[in-house]
């Protein structure tokens, strides 16, 4: 065991009755945290903060992960629920920058963990780019703090929290990217954004209106603009409701054989298990914050069975 796993263990780590809290050396060297609860367990990773499962007690696991990811510092990781932050998709300006900005890629500090009096695990991270590495720095080089507090119960709770320390106003895109296990895409649908405006990037991002629920048939890569209701995914055996708030939009996205073949990092028939219902702010949604604000952006998922 490492050094810094056992000095995050000594610092966070906590078993309580058959409650616990551990970090441990994950894939590439990453260190992963593991939690369990009587309600639930999760792994995360501390490169990006990223949550790989999240599995309620009696439930499969309801977050789907690549079995084709890479675990390597600096790399991104296919599945799960990467944070995009402070911007979505390529970069406006710079397309040289990386994908969906820099914090899903980079180290997270710990700041605390508890086991609440309802039975419920939390952990919060924090990343300050004023900390990170030049590269980083040149990337954003406003003064931001970035907040994110998990907690794993029957409900997954997410809170990511932007706080502008500095001297004027940010303009930043986010999404919390989750990707969820589905039974059959082709037997799935999403409801709840009946008619939205969306832009659809397979089709030059041409604005239309959705009609109905949505069923994925072919590749779909839409942003639902100004909207913050919840969402429904209904699958054969379970919905997964998505509820949010300081979110106006919301991005579905499956890549369909075609795109999923050429995806280095997603199995060949992944993309039939996995449907992207994300809580964003892109697009004309981007969020601006002032000088000495903040904003959260915060979600909550919950599982029911349909049969």
């Given at each position: 065991?490492?050094?810094?796993?056992?000095q995050?263990?000594?610092n966070?780590s906590?078993?309580?009755g058959?409650?616990?809290?551990f970090f441990?050396?994950?894939?590439?060297?990453?260190?992963f945290?593991?939690?369990?609860?009587k309600q639930?367990k999760?792994t995360?990773?501390l490169?990006?903060?990223?949550?790989?499962?999240?599995?309620?007690v009696?439930e499969?696991?309801?977050?789907?992960?690549?079995?084709?990811?890479?675990?390597?510092?600096?790399?991104?990781?296919?599945?799960?629920?990467p944070?995009?932050?402070?911007?979505?998709?390529?970069?406006?300006n710079?397309?040289?920058?990386?994908?969906h900005?820099?914090a899903?890629?980079?180290?997270?500090q710990?700041?605390a963990?508890q086991?609440l009096s309802?039975?419920e695990?939390?952990?919060?991270?924090r990343?300050?780019?004023n900390?990170?590495?030049?590269?980083?720095?040149r990337?954003?080089?406003l003064?931001?703090?970035?907040?994110?507090?998990?907690t794993?119960a029957?409900?997954?709770r997410?809170?990511?929290?932007?706080i502008?320390?500095?001297?004027?106003?940010?303009?930043?895109?986010?999404?919390?990217?989750?990707?969820?296990?589905?039974?059959?895409?082709?037997?799935t649908t999403?409801s709840?954004l009946e008619g939205?405006?969306?832009?659809d990037?397979?089709?030059n991002?041409?604005?239309?209106?959705?009609v109905?629920?949505i069923?994925?048939?072919?590749?779909?890569?839409r942003?639902?603009l100004?909207t913050?209701?919840?969402a429904?995914?209904?699958?054969k055996?379970?919905?997964?409701?998505?509820?949010k708030?300081?979110?106006q939009?919301?991005?579905?996205?499956?890549?369909w054989?075609?795109v999923?073949?050429?995806?280095g990092?997603m199995?060949?028939?992944g993309y039939l298990?996995?449907?992207?219902?994300?809580?964003?702010n892109v697009a004309?949604?981007v969020?601006r914050i002032?000088?000495g604000?903040?904003h959260t952006?915060?979600?909550?998922?919950?599982v029911?069975?349909?049969?």
């Open positions: 065991m490492s050094l810094a796993i056992e995050l263990n000594k966070f906590f078993r309580n058959g409650n616990t809290l441990r050396a994950g894939q590439g060297g990453i260190p945290i593991e939690i369990n609860n639930a999760a995360i990773s490169q990006g903060a990223h949550l790989l499962d999240w599995t309620p009696g499969d696991g309801v977050i789907w992960l690549s079995e084709d990811a890479t675990f390597a510092p600096g790399k991104a990781i296919r599945g799960g629920i944070v995009c932050w402070p911007w979505f998709g390529t970069h406006q710079k397309a040289s920058f990386p994908a900005g820099i899903r890629t980079v180290s997270w710990v700041t963990t086991q309802t039975g695990t939390q952990i919060n991270f990343l300050e780019v900390l990170l590495d030049e590269q980083c720095q990337m954003w080089p003064a931001t703090v970035v907040e994110y507090r998990i794993i029957k409900t997954l997410l809170e990511l929290t932007t502008n320390n500095s001297r004027q106003s940010i303009t930043i895109g986010q999404a919390l990217h989750s990707y969820f296990n589905v039974d059959d895409i082709t037997g999403v709840g939205k405006d969306y832009l990037k397979t089709d991002y041409k604005r239309k209106t959705q109905g629920a069923v994925i048939d072919a590749e779909v890569d942003v639902y100004n913050s209701d919840d429904i995914i209904e699958n055996k379970r919905k997964i409701i998505i509820k708030r300081g979110s939009s919301t991005v579905v996205w499956n890549p054989k075609d999923a073949e050429k995806m990092d199995d060949k028939a298990g996995m449907l992207c219902v994300e809580s964003a004309e949604d969020i002032k000088a604000e903040s952006l915060a979600v909550i998922y919950k029911e069975k349909t049969g």
